[in-house]
């Protein structure tokens, strides 16, 4: 079969890396990819956005599975766009259509979603811009700390957490009056804080089935101890301990089947993954966002567990016979780490030569995300530039591997996050 990725970050090299091992693939391609993907498939030389493009380029090489790794072009129809062309009535795709991709692309519409079909998420209320001085009075009235959050896409910069009244109001000032996230921020969800442990939880459903793929734990902030601005992912891990039996058949009880069939009861047609960021309340499960992808860094550590074979299992997705076919689930622990470039989430540089790539480790992979091939060698070409992944019998041999590549790869001014992992290993 032939495959085009589409996106250029960790979780499309490590969705590359997955799919180039079945022997169902033929010929791979990423648009655009990475220096990462292009070790192991064709870079094509076109963005996510450009549909015209894709399109053109699905038929000159008879793709015929288009697997889409980011959010945005899924939130702007890529599906619809490609399903329109008569040519393409074959094409498989994995990813949601534009209303299903609601989920992710409005905060909003993911609440009355929850709200329709009895799925536990913290308390909330939406206010458009019009609608600022009731959103002020509103906030007088709730507890602190709580959450504001842009209800479209704000390139996951668009939740804030305010400790006191004052900071809510000044930051609800800037959002909604002051288009701090452009038309992103036209609305604004103001959401109950909820204290506990989050977790990722993915799912892959053809529309009628699903299966429940490893669930694993973000390290969002820059700092250490969860400090500092959030970035887009520093590190993850795959499985959690807190996460097993009972709290898992919760989630799957109270989260992933209401959301499955409230996709069929709502008529939204929706083939692909649903990632779904959960808070562990107490040992209940609450959703804090629907994603309608895989995560990042998340996918490092969730794909390197998946056993089956990732072609079939997208095409099956695709194809709406994912209950016929077995997920096979590696019991090892995986662990990744990001090395991102100083100064990350805000300015940093780019284009430093990467020393260390040519060294192999067992049980360790490097998964490229800001990466470039220039004359000279691969350079540094984002703010996250790589992430290490490490396997093991348990979290802290899995941990020891990432770190111990991690330590042989340098380039200048390279940051990464030393506790990865380190609180669910107090806890095991
Ligand atoms: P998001 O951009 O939706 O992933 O949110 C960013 C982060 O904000 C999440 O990973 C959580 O750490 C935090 N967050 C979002 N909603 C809540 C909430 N209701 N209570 C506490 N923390 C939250
Ligand atoms: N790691 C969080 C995300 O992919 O949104």
Redesign the pocket.
Known sequence: MNILVIGSGGREHTLAWKLNQSISCSNLYVAPGNAGTAGIAQNVDIGVGDFEKIRNFIKEKDIELVVVGPEAPLVDGIREYLQSDDELENLRIVGPGKEGAQLEGSKDYAKQFMIKHGIPT?ESRTFSKDELAGAKKYLKTVKMPI?L?ADGLAA?K??I?CPKLNIATKTLDKMLGKGMFGAASDKVVI?????GI?LSVFVLTDGISYKILPEAKDY?PIGENNTGP?TGGMGSVSPVNFAQGDFLKKVEERIIVPTVNGLKSDNIDYQGFIFI?L?NVKGDPYV??YNVRMGDPESEVVIPRIKSDLVELMAATADRTLSEIELKIDGKTASTVVMVAGGYPEDYEKGDKINGLEIKQENTIIFHAGTKMVDEGIVTNGGRVLAITGLGDNMSEALDNSYELVSKIHWDDVYFRKDIGHDLMLLE
Do not use: S
């Not at 959401?191 to 204290?195: I, K, M, N, R």
């Open positions: 913290a959450v959050k996951g668009g939740v957490i959401e109950e804080f909820l204290a989050e969002k959030n960021g808070m804090i966002e």
